[in-house]
């Protein structure tokens, strides 16, 4: 099974950026959808968007026009690009698949932390 390694977070201050990458150690060529999630302590993780195989994305209310998610076919990578931070945004990213919409999630990685603060 793919595994998936999250990497890119850091401190950013509130309006910066910040690029997330995820990395899988196989082809995504046939991953129907992959998702990015973000979970801060005491709560759910959290939904926030998701890229499938034909390009459609879907984003939370919160990240959208701020947040763009993508997917590099040849580097075998997805991509989080995050712009106009708010300290809401701080939590650990996680990344995720599913090979089609009916197959469970993959295995959940140790996550990226983002920390939004001035």
């Known amino acids: 099974q793919v595994q998936l390694v999250e990497s890119g977070g850091g401190l950013v201050q509130p309006g910066g950026s910040l690029k997330l990458s995820c990395a899988a150690s196989?082809?995504?060529?046939?991953?129907?959808?992959m998702y990015w999630y973000r979970q801060t302590p005491g709560k759910q993780r959290e939904l926030v968007a998701s890229?499938?195989?034909?390009?459609?994305?879907n984003y939370a209310d919160s990240v959208k026009g701020r947040f763009t998610i993508s997917r590099d076919y040849a580097k075998n990578t997805m991509f989080l690009q995050m712009n106009s931070l708010k300290p809401e945004d701080t939590a650990v990213y996680y990344c995720?698949?599913?090979?089609?919409?009916?197959?469970?999630?993959?295995?959940w990685g140790q996550g990226t932390q983002v920390t939004v603060s001035s």
């Open positions: 995720n698949f599913r090979t089609t919409i009916l197959t469970p999630f993959g295995n």
């Open positions: 196989g082809s995504i060529r046939n991953i129907y959808i």
């Open positions: 890229i499938t195989s034909g390009g459609n994305t």
